[in-house]
């Protein structure tokens, strides 16, 4: 009996931890050299160069019109940025941080007596925020699960992220 508690045990540990590997996969394909989102759109692009390896349709930030000005407007911001963090525990599957604010972004901030905010990520979006409607974020840049596990392999720290109107 002690035998198949511990058969049932080791059983359940690597289902669990199978469970938790699925959502990280591997990329070998050509490098991706900047993300291009287009907010009218709503399309966000991973290039290699100056060619498209895939397209994502994307929601963005509750008030998608306008550039992220001070934190709390629901604003996705808009600019060059860099890919500069990863959260594989993200409360929204994965996500990969966007380096807002920038200095200029402060800096504008300032001159409006208020705080530019920050936290903006590309990011999945899980079960609780399936009623959110298109534009539901805070201000990051939102995906399925599935394509943000794509993206999260495919996108390395340090990569371009251009924001545009």
Same mark, same amino acid.
């Given at each position: 009996?002690?035998?198949?508690?511990?058969?049932?045990?080791?059983?359940?540990?690597?289902?669990?931890?199978?469970?938790?590997?699925?959502?990280?996969?591997?990329?070998?394909?050509? #490098?991706?050299?900047?993300?291009?989102?287009?907010?009218?759109?709503?399309?966000?692009?991973?290039?290699?160069? =100056?060619?498209?390896?895939?397209?994502?349709?994307?929601?963005?930030?509750?008030?998608?019109?306008?550039?992220?000005?001070?934190?709390? =407007?629901?604003?996705?911001?808009?600019?060059?940025?860099?890919?500069?963090?990863?959260?594989?525990?993200?409360?929204?599957?994965?996500? &990969?941080?966007?380096?807002?604010? @920038?200095?200029? @972004?402060?800096?504008?901030?300032?001159?409006?007596?208020?705080?530019?905010?920050? @936290?903006?990520?590309?990011?999945?979006?899980?079960?609780?925020?399936?009623?959110? $409607?298109?534009?539901?974020?805070? $201000?990051?840049?939102?995906?399925?699960?599935? #394509?943000?596990?794509?993206?999260?392999?495919?996108?390395?720290? $340090?990569?371009? &992220?251009?924001?545009?109107?």
């Amino acid at each position: 009996m002690l035998r198949l508690a511990a058969v049932f045990m080791l059983m359940l540990s690597l289902v669990g931890l199978s469970g938790c590997a699925s959502k990280f996969k591997t990329y070998n394909g050509p #490098e991706v050299t900047r993300v291009l989102v287009y907010k009218e759109n709503r399309k966000m692009y991973l290039m290699h160069h =100056d060619e498209v390896l895939v397209s994502y349709d994307i929601g963005l930030g509750f008030a998608p019109v306008g550039d992220k000005e001070i934190e709390g =407007d629901g604003k996705t911001p808009e600019g060059n940025y860099v890919i500069d963090r990863r959260n594989p525990n993200s409360e929204f599957h994965l996500s &990969i941080g966007v380096s807002y604010p @920038d200095e200029g @972004d402060k800096a504008h901030a300032n001159t409006l007596g208020k705080r530019p905010g920050g @936290d903006i990520f590309i990011h999945g979006r899980p079960w609780r925020y399936r009623d959110g $409607g298109q534009d539901w974020t805070a $201000g990051c840049i939102a995906v399925t699960n599935k #394509e943000i596990e794509d993206i999260y392999a495919m996108v390395r720290n $340090g990569t371009m &992220i251009s924001i545009y109107p």
